[in-house]
């Protein structure tokens, strides 16, 4: 077993289906259904309009926080910009999730250096 994925969740409310299907997809690669573990890691960032997922107030709001939440209860690194968090007032929203702040453009390079193929829904 070896290879590593982040997927980069860029789609917002506007496209619930890219997010839903996204955040589906990386459990799935973590913890495939069939039970095998089939990948290395995963770890999804959330950036551009996904980073407003978190939001109490945005349509589809339940399901995406529901989705999130399993894929921290799995052990899946959950990140979002914090360059774009903060100005949306959605610091608190996200560190309550256990989703990790993180400066995008270093943790992006820092997952490419460890080897990550990025994958962007």
């Not at 590593?4 to 259904?33: C, D, Q, Y």
């Amino acid at each position: 077993m070896n290879g590593k994925l982040l997927f980069v969740i860029n789609s917002g409310s506007e496209s619930p289906s890219r997010v839903k299907w996204g955040l589906r997809m990386a459990l799935n690669t973590h913890s495939h259904p069939y039970g095998e573990k089939i990948l290395e890691d995963i770890k999804v960032l959330l950036f551009c309009g996904g980073v407003s997922i978190v939001d109490p107030v945005s349509p589809h709001a339940t399901e995406f926080r529901e989705r999130l939440g399993e894929l921290v209860s799995a052990g899946v690194e959950v990140a979002s910009c914090i360059s774009i968090a903060g100005p949306l007032g959605l610091e608190e929203e996200t560190t309550a999730l256990g989703i990790r702040l993180v400066h995008a453009s270093v943790y992006v390079a820092e997952r490419v250096g460890e080897g990550y193929t990025i994958i962007t829904f």
